[in-house]
């Protein structure tokens, strides 16, 4: 059973910085990708950032672009999003999923592509 943990959420003001951490569990996940998305009040979910566990390729929404990285610590299990640069539009609950990654890293951007999912961090940019 696959079970993902997200944790470092918090209040911010605009232009500072937070680092989520999704801890994951339950297999082995050399052939998996780790996805970030997230929901504001009253909006769809929506994709933030990708990594593939074997390579470390990454994909990332225009949105967040040169302002989070995400990054994976293979040898525990543990994959980062930090965020800087944050704007009030950032707010959100902020996810982490897990899926199988069969090609390129770039087709698993929607949430119907992944099937396992944490519980969720909030994250509050205040301006």
């Known amino acids: 059973q696959v079970q993902l943990v997200e944790s470092g959420g918090g209040l911010v003001q605009a232009g500072g910085s937070l680092r989520l951490s999704c801890a994951a569990s339950?297999?082995?996940?050399?052939?998996?990708?780790i996805g970030w998305f997230r929901q504001a009040p009253g909006k769809e979910r929506e994709f933030v950032a990708a990594?593939?566990?074997?390579?470390?390729?990454?994909n990332y929404a225009d949105s967040v672009k040169g302002r989070f990285t995400i990054s994976a610590d293979n040898a525990n299990n543990t994959v980062w999003l930090q965020m800087n640069s944050l704007k009030p539009e950032d707010t959100a609950v902020y996810y982490c999923a897990a899926t199988r990654v069969l090609t390129s890293l770039v087709y698993y951007s929607s949430v119907e592509d992944y099937g396992y999912w944490g519980q969720g961090t909030q994250v509050t940019v205040s301006s």
């Open positions: 339950g297999r082995t996940f050399s052939s998996y990708g």
């Open positions: 990594i593939r566990w074997s390579g470390g390729s990454t």
